[in-house]
């Protein structure tokens, strides 16, 4: 339960810097989770995670 919200505060800190100036390269980077974490999470939790890394793959070219 920790673990989730420790995430999402993460993905909402970097909302909020995307929308005060910065581009999402400039302020995100990949979510590096351990099996623990992702076994913790929703299927949400983890699909939104998900899509932030295709997302820095596409726009910033992050490696899988």
């Given at each position: 339960m920790v673990i989730r919200a420790l995430?999402?505060?993460g993905l909402l800190a970097l909302a909020s810097c995307v929308s005060s100036g910065g581009t999402f390269c400039d302020v995100a980077s990949p979510l590096r989770l351990s099996p623990e974490v992702i076994a913790a999470?929703?299927?949400k939790e983890v699909a939104d995670a998900l899509a932030h890394?295709?997302?820095g793959q596409a726009l910033?070219?992050?490696r899988p």
């Open positions: 995430i999402l505060c999470m929703s299927e890394n295709k997302r910033c070219g992050w």
